[in-house]
């Protein structure tokens, strides 16, 4: 190599890894082929000849960024980029006149206004694009790991389509790794340790990127020629997942866990708890959930769901973790092989919803307590009749509603575990009722 060829090498060597494999056009994306794929809708924009406002929903490492700065080269057009974490009202000021100048200039080039992390951005920092969007001074492009229904405004989300970006697959990253590889970036590295690499990565190309990097540097001072799966676990330590404890991903990963103990599937609960764990979940919370899903899912088909959940959450608080998370992988796999109801769950609102719409009823006065002399005058619990003092502990054909109100039949018992012999038992004393003359439910 000549003197002129290693100083064109140099800086550029210098320059991050995650820079240098950054795509130049689009056909150097890797992955996101359900949107930049031929006659996708982002591939389709960006042949159209039209930019257009747009949300770009996602995990991190997945080319947010870089799709955007690519529409920018695609039309091109002034680049402005925006971190919501770090910036405000100023930097969106100071974007509007850089717009306005580039839109009045000689080239009179049309700009494209990037804004990472749009949902840290305030209501009225994302009500100050509204106008500029609507005239035309720019395009607006958001990126958001969120959940744009949540976090972006109405009025900003219905000026922008959008996409929604997957985490990148295990070829997507053995890919990039080939690219590193064939950049001369990293030695070569064993098949079983690419796969490590991979599953460590989660989905993330910075990630994938950036541990590369540090790979790199950490091999040219142990002077190695290959990197090992042995070499790889010491230098990696634990292996950590990338997880999300407050974000769309949390809720995403709960809902799976509730939902496969209201399947019955253990191995899917016990599989979703770990991962839940594992990512980083408060145990805590977790328990918080268990007890939530026994009175919700299993309810009276098993009432020791109930306790063994509490029970759970009380062993965790005594043992802390790791011993402690073994009380509640107990609780899961008991919640999900329960019989199941929801009919407590569903009486319980629809009580609710009845109390909200109806008007407030008197109580009745045989249900009235009379602890003083004068209540007693007023005939407060007159004719209330002891339960304890009847036939088998039940007064036949008393009634307990307000005076007026029809049966609303709240509480309907399936056919399962213990609401089996709960429905036998409200059938009889229907029957008994009935037969008593008032002809209503217990």
């Known amino acids: 190599m000549t003197d002129a060829s290693l100083a064109a090498a140099a800086p550029r060597n210098h320059v991050p890894l995650a820079e240098r494999l950054r795509p130049r056009t689009l056909a150097d994306v890797i992955g996101q082929q359900h949107v930049l794929g031929p006659g996708m809708p982002l591939r389709l924009a ?4 039209r930019p257009h406002s747009c949300i770009l929903w996602g995990p991190p490492g997945v080319g947010k960024t870089t799709i955007a700065r690519l529409m920018a080269d695609a039309f091109d057009a002034q680049f402005i ?5 770090l910036g405000g009202v100023k930097d969106i000021r100071e974007a509007v006149e850089r717009a306005e100048a580039a839109r009045d200039g000689l080239m009179q080039q049309r700009t494209i206004v990037f804004v990472d992390e749009v949902h840290r951005f305030n209501k009225s920092q994302q009500d100050a694009f509204l106008p500029h969007v609507e005239s035309g001074l720019f395009t607006f492009i958001g990126a958001t790991t969120e959940n744009p229904s949540f976090e972006v405004n109405s009025a900003l989300l219905s000026r922008a389509a959008v996409y929604v970006l997957q985490p ?3 070829e997507d990253l053995k ?3 080939a690219l590193a590889q064939a950049e001369q970036a990293l030695p070569a590295i064993e098949s079983v340790a690419i796969d490590r690499l991979v599953a460590y990565a989660d989905g993330d190309a910075r990630r994938l990127l950036n541990t590369l990097e540090t790979l790199a540097m950490a091999a040219a001072q142990e002077k190695l020629s290959e990197i090992t799966d042995v070499w790889l676990l010491r230098v990696l330590g634990e292996r950590m997942r990338r997880y999300d404890k407050g974000g769309e991903q949390f809720y995403d990963t709960i809902s799976a866990l509730h939902k496969s103990v209201r399947g019955s599937d253990p191995d899917a609960a016990l599989y979703w708890l770990v991962r839940m764990l594992d990512g980083g979940a408060d145990p805590r919370y977790m328990a918080r959930r268990l007890v939530r899903m026994a009175s ?3 309810g009276l088909a098993d009432p020791r769901a109930l306790r063994l959940a509490l ?3 009380e062993v965790y608080e005594r043992l ?4 402690g998370e ?15 109801s929801n009919a407590v769950y569903k009486a319980y609102n629809a009580a609710r919803a009845w109390v909200k719409k109806d008007g407030t009823r008197p109580v009745p006065m045989h249900l009235r307590n009379a602890p003083t002399k004068l209540m007693k005058e007023l005939d407060y619990g007159k004719g209330y009749r002891y339960a304890h003092d009847e036939e088998g502990g039940f007064a036949a054909g008393e009634t307990y509603l307000p005076e007026g109100m029809p049966e609303p039949g709240f509480y309907a018992p399936v056919e399962r575990g213990l609401e089996i012999k709960i429905a036998q038992k409200l059938r009889e004393l229907r029957e008994r009722n009935a037969a008593a003359g008032q002809g209503g439910a217990a």
């Open 175 to 177: 890919q990039i790794v």
């Open 320 to 323: 802390g973790s790791p011993e």
């Open 168 to 170: 990148l697959s295990e």
């Open 81 to 85: 980029s925006i971190s919501a974490v």
């Open 326 to 340: 073994l009380a509640l992988a107990e609780c899961v796999v008991y919640l999900a092989v329960a019989p199941k």
């Open 46 to 49: 960006f042949e159209s000849g």
């Open 311 to 313: 029970d759970a959450a």
């Open 296 to 298: 919700e899912d299993v």
